[in-house]
């Protein structure tokens, strides 16, 4: 099975910009919106600040399959999500 990695900082600065409404909404979606088979599947992690933010300017950050997204929003992060879940269901 093919598994998408998703990884939400949890970090006090990224959670202050909003990470933790990132995690909700991805949450919140079924497999059949994501576009989900029994071929792929979402592993969602919360994870720990990795200095990442020493700016400060650019939080919250998510790592999709290890692809830094910057200013994550619900929006960017889902349409990722689905970008790589069609590629890896083809
Ligand atoms: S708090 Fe998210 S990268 Fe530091």
Not at 29 to 49: F, H, N, W, Y
Not at 59 to 69: K, M, T
């Amino acid at each position: 099975m093919k598994k998408i990695i998703v990884e939400v900082c949890a970090g006090t600065h990224c959670t202050m910009m909003g990470s933790m409404d990132i995690m909700d909404a991805i949450a919140s979606l079924d497999d059949e919106q994501l576009g989900l088979d029994s071929q792929c599947s979402i592993e969602v992690k919360a994870i720990p600040c990795k200095g990442t933010c020493e700016h400060g300017k650019r939080s919250p950050y998510v790592f999709i399959d290890g692809e830094l997204i910057e200013n994550a929003d619900s929006s960017s992060v889902m349409s990722k999500i689905i970008e790589l879940v069609q590629q890896k269901t083809k």
